[in-house]
């Protein structure tokens, strides 16, 4: 900070020159770019929604991350923003159940059912904000630190997904046989004869699908990797905490140059359009889906509480817990509105507050700025276009990077935990974690449950979430210690 500065202003409320402001927002966009548009274009196309429509998806996401970065480090009347250099972004712990959702409701009523989730979650979140700022002692390092390394394990199938193709649609293990396929045609086909029926005759995927782990897309992945982990060792400040959007960029000019990816979508898109509410129609509210998104807000929430500490922590500003309930109200009402114009829930993102510690830049206006930035990139379609025509190759191999790191984060906040004298952490981590994991490598394991109970049950970091806190409860019991949640959230620097 520079010495001139006036003693009376604290370096979190300093106003800095315009040209530094954007430089530094656009840093702070830069950095969480990567993690803003990676859920609309996991759950847009899981939702197996049009190219236009995921764009839209991804327009109305940074415009939402824009309008929460604002209310939260500008301020809100006296209920919302706490007033900190906090960036929002949508949380990467709601990507599985919504994957759900969305795999068990595709298209325009998935659409419904998951916004009515997500405004549900959003009104529920801060009506229980300030209780949520009480909660916080049952949600110790050792059961956060799980519940985020089960979160970067579970988000991982996405990212390896991305890399070979989907279990489902164009990108299956498996397709039917194109003989058998021919067949059938020729028999429906009216006025032919009925040709012989072809050996082993079956309407079932049975041949290995050409374009599953191509080895193609295997090698742009590749290379996307390979260049996020170049730049990271050789790089140094700003390009290096931009590694992950740098390689994404690298693995696009790859993937245009042998002709994977096109832009055709990004010619058609209008230069300049508003981002309008419930455009897939009224959301549909789903109690049950409300109740899972609520728990996972809960969840966020906790996390949002330790980014928060630490925060004050690093900018020399006491969060009370009066600032702790107002920013975790503007975790809901992002939500809430995110909701309303077609998005997902949103949380404070904690990439971001390890760019606070690493610049040493404390003003919450250079947020103000990076929330302006968002804005305007929200009402540029071309620009969402474009992050939409990106293969999905090219996020495989950025996503091994962004949900490893989730998984390390997890894995950086257990190693404050004290396994030596406590032999309880232990068990509660090996528990929640194998619990955590049913989900994943069991995934029909529900078959026989009653079925309203299966969204609950479907996400892994739910049912590693629960685990985690009773087990604690049980075999630790409640204790409030602030220093080691502090603690815990600066190991998490990364999301």
Not at 336 to 354: A, C, D, K, M
Request: glycine letters at 10%; aromatic letters at 8%; one cysteine or more.
């Amino acid at each position: 900070m520079s010495s001139s500065a006036s003693d009376a202003v604290h370096p979190v409320d300093q106003r800095l020159p315009i040209g530094k402001l954007g430089a530094l927002g656009l840093q702070h966009v830069l950095v969480m770019y990567a993690g803003a548009v990676a859920v609309p274009l996991i759950v847009g196309r899981a939702l197996k929604l049009s190219p236009s429509e995921v764009a839209l998806l991804i327009s109305a996401d940074l415009f939402c991350c824009g309008i929460a970065t604002l209310i939260q480090s500008l301020g809100a009347t006296q209920w919302f923003g706490i007033r900190l250099p906090v960036m929002m972004g949508v949380t990467f712990a709601s990507v599985a159940p919504m994957v759900a959702i969305a795999n068990a409701n595709p298209g325009v009523a998935g659409a419904q059912l998951l916004f009515g989730a997500i405004i549900g979650a959003g009104v529920v979140s801060i009506l229980i904000a300030p209780l949520v700022s009480r909660l916080l002692r049952f949600f110790p390092p050792v059961v956060t630190g799980t519940i985020i390394a089960v979160i970067g394990i579970s988000l991982m199938r996405v990212g390896i997904n991305w890399i070979f193709g989907n279990p489902f649609g164009p990108t299956a293990p498996s397709i039917v046989d194109p003989a058998y396929v021919k067949w059938l045609a020729d028999v429906t086909s009216p006025g032919s004869a009925i040709p012989a029926v072809p050996k082993g005759f079956a309407i079932m995927p049975t041949v290995p699908n050409p374009k599953y782990a191509d080895l193609t897309g295997f090698g742009v992945a590749a290379v996307v990797l390979v260049s996020i982990l170049l730049i990271v060792k050789y790089a140094r400040g700003f390009i290096a905490n931009i590694s992950v959007l740098l390689g994404i960029a690298i693995g696009a000019v790859v993937a245009t140059a042998l002709g994977i990816m096109t832009f055709e979508k990004v010619g058609k898109a209008p230069w300049f359009d508003i981002v309008m509410p419930f455009h897939f129609g009224m959301p549909l509210f789903d109690p049950v889906l409300i109740l899972t998104m609520t728990l996972i807000m809960i969840v966020v929430m906790i996390e949002s509480t330790g980014m928060f500490l630490a925060l004050g922590e690093m900018t020399g500003r006491k969060v009370s817990q009066q600032d702790l309930a107002k920013g975790l109200r503007t975790d809901g009402l992002g939500t809430l509105i995110g909701g309303i114009f077609n998005t997902f829930p949103y949380t404070s993102f904690s990439q971001n507050v390890g760019l606070v510690a690493v610049t040493g830049v404390r003003s919450r206006y250079v947020c103000v700025a990076g929330g302006v930035i968002l804005i305007v990139l929200g009402l540029l379609p071309k620009m969402a276009a474009l992050i939409e025509s990106l293969p999905t190759v090219v996020l495989g191999g950025a996503g091994i990077v962004m949900f490893g790191m989730v998984a390390a984060t997890g894995i950086r906040i257990l190693s404050g935990v004290d396994f030596k004298t406590n032999r309880h952490n232990a068990m509660i981590v090996a528990v929640s974690i194998g619990i955590g994991m049913i989900p994943l490598i069991a995934p029909n394991f529900k078959q026989w449950m009653p079925h309203a109970l299966h969204s609950l049950i479907e996400s892994g970091i739910l049912l590693a979430s629960i685990t985690a806190v009773l087990l604690n409860l049980f075999l630790n019991g409640a204790r409030q210690d602030d220093a080691a949640v502090i603690a815990a959230a600066r190991q998490a620097e990364a999301h």
